[in-house]
């Protein structure tokens, strides 16, 4: 077989990628090892936001939402697009402040963010008695239905002449005087000119294959999906404890910021130093379980005969923490009794992969022509999909980007930069339950 360009991965970053190809006329294929988004992409909360974004991010998020506003027009599907906001609700003046402060941020970038008052904030919610302090909210995010969108989007790429293949994991790229030449997958080579590893959480193992590993860590976070329960806001409504969205099917998907369990595998010790700045902001819980002997007895190199630690897991698919999904529930109800008598439908979670600065990876790597990674979306990649997949087309196609993509370089984790973290949410305070 025979393409331009290979992308590695169908999650929201390589289907949105070879979307943005595909429209250009590049041929393209898409390997992914499982499902087109089995992993982090179809389990997330569904959350299109530029609001509390890392001002390093904001120019990348405005381009990412001008995208998603006109997807659907686009594609001539549905995928649940819904322009509702975000609505952070503030607790405590220290919350309002952080907001105010955020706002500073925004500011040069001309958002239509804004604080709204305690009444304004029942009015939009429904809520009595003045309960939050404000909030933080940005009318024009919004939100889509993550079931829907990304296989919406593959089907896209393959009307426009793309390919994409299911069960069919990369192992290893192919180079020739330093340039890409093609992939091995599982099922065979496929010659090409360039490819970019999309792999979400596996891209740092299978890029130190090829001698271009870089610190990447995951978390691993539990959601729930509600009964169908009264309308309550159509935005992105989070606080400390409970977070929840407006689900097409009229129930909610609820979440808690900073809820997520570390599971202790090799890569923590060997990357503890990188990732120390960012611990310190974000608090975590940790756990020692089978995760570190599985991922202790991955090869750290491979050949193209070997079957790899790709194929073996077709899909992450953890189980959910389901102590903390109970609790999230029972905090949603105490805090939103306007939502009514919710039951949980269904418990999911999923590993996000997150880096020492906590933004992403988009970038070609000094030492092999051809070869670009898009990565480490750090909890927030599924907003940021349509502008990754615009920023690695340009990328490949015409080695520049329509953002500056000094912040988001692989080099920086080992050209002696120093790690920069945008402040911590204060949600991520919450007390948290121990695990069942
Ligand atoms: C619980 C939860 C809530 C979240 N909430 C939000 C939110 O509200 N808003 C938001 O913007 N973001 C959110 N996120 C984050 C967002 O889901 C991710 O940042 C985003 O989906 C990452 O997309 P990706 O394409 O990089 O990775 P993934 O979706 O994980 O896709 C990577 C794909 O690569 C495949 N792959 C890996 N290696 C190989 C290989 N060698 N060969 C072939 N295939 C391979 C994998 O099987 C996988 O399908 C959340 C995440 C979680 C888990």
Not at 358 to 373: A, E, K, N, R, T
């Amino acid at each position: 077989m025979k393409t331009e360009v290979v992308v590695i991965g169908a999650g929201v970053a390589g289907i949105m990628t070879a979307w943005h190809l595909a429209k250009k006329g590049i041929p393209v294929v898409v390997c992914e090892k499982g499902r087109v988004a089995g992993e982090q992409s179809s389990r997330n909360w569904g959350y299109i936001r530029k609001q509390g974004r890392d001002p390093r991010e904001i120019p990348a998020i405005i381009e990412s939402l001008r995208i998603w506003e006109n997807i659907e027009k686009d594609i001539e599907e549905d995928i649940g697009w819904h322009q509702g906001g975000s609505l952070y609700l503030a607790e405590t003046e220290a919350d309002l402040a952080y907001y105010e402060n955020w706002l500073g941020h925004a500011r040069p970038f001309q958002l239509d963010s804004r604080i709204l008052t305690s009444e304004e904030v029942d009015d939009h919610i429904g809520g009595e008695g003045r309960q939050w302090k404000g909030a933080l909210y940005t009318p024009s995010d919004g939100r889509a239905e993550p079931g829907k969108a990304v296989p919406a989007i593959a089907r896209a790429v393959e009307r426009l002449g793309g390919t994409v293949l299911t069960e069919c994991a990369v192992r290893t790229v192919e180079r020739a005087s330093g340039k890409v030449s093609g992939v091995v997958t599982e099922k065979g080579e496929i010659a090409c000119q360039a490819v970019v590893c999309a792999g979400g959480a596996w891209s740092s193992l299978f890029s130190g294959n090829l001698g271009f590993g870089f610190p990447q860590l995951k978390v691993r976070s539990s959601v729930l999906r509600t009964t169908p329960a009264p309308l309550v806001s159509q935005s992105n409504v989070s606080s400390a404890g409970a977070s929840f969205r407006r689900r097409q099917d009229g129930g909610y998907s609820i979440g808690r910021s900073g809820s997520g369990f570390f599971d202790i595998v090799p890569d923590a010790f060997r990357y503890f130093g990188t990732y120390m700045p960012a611990l310190k902001t974000q608090p975590m819980r940790l756990r020692l379980n089978g995760q570190f002997f599985k991922e202790l007895a991955w090869p750290k190199r491979w050949g193209p005969d070997d079957v790899t630690p790709f194929e073996k897991t077709r899909v992450n698919d953890p189980d959910p923490d389901m102590a903390t999904v109970r609790d999230i529930l029972a905090t949603a109800k105490r805090k939103f009794p306007q939502l009514g008598d919710i039951e949980i439908a269904e418990a999911w979670s999923g590993m996000i992969d997150v880096t020492p600065d906590v933004v992403p990876v988009w970038s070609g790597v000094d030492g092999l022509d051809g070869y670009y990674i898009a990565t480490g979306f750090s909890g927030h990649g599924f907003g940021m999909g349509a502008g990754t997949g615009l920023i690695m087309s340009e990328l490949v196609t015409n080695g520049t980007a329509p953002v500056d993509l000094t912040p988001f370089r692989l080099s920086r984790f080992s050209d002696g930069s120093s790690t920069e973290i945008y402040a911590k949410s204060t949600y991520n305070d919450w007390p948290q339950p121990e695990a069942a």
